[in-house]
């Protein structure tokens, strides 16, 4: 059974850094790339960055290029999305996925990252 727990959501200040976590289980991690997505209140799920298979690549959103990070460490069947100089508007249920189970509506319960003074 696939599972994707995220964790790491925090409620941080303008400027300031978040590292979100992400573990997974139940398939063959190192044979999928991963996605980071997101969701803000009254808005539609949004992807944000991607990690290939063996973290050779990776792409990102126009709205958070250069402030965010992701990694993965396939050993610890883990990704990870460093979140710097956070902005309110990044405000939002910060979610882990394979693109197969995206398209599927398949989702974890998120990790909250609320961006606020």
């Known amino acids: 059974q696939v599972q994707l727990v995220e964790s790491g959501g925090d409620t941080v200040q303008p400027g300031g850094s978040l590292r979100l976590s992400c573990a997974a289980s139940g398939f063959t991690f190192n044979s999928f790339a991963m996605n980071w997505y997101r969701q803000a209140p009254g808005k539609e799920r949004e992807l944000v960055a991607t990690?290939?298979?063996?973290?050779?690549?990776?792409t990102y959103a126009d709205s958070v290029k250069g402030r965010f990070t992701t990694s993965r460490d396939n050993a610890k069947k883990m990704v990870y999305l460093q979140m710097n100089s956070l902005k309110p508007e990044d405000t939002a249920v910060y979610y882990c996925?394979?693109?197969?189970?995206?398209?599927?509506?398949?989702w974890g319960q998120g990790t909250q990252v609320t961006v606020s003074s």
């Open positions: 990690i290939s298979p063996w973290g050779g690549s990776t």
């Open positions: 996925n394979t693109e197969s189970r995206a398209r599927r509506d398949l």
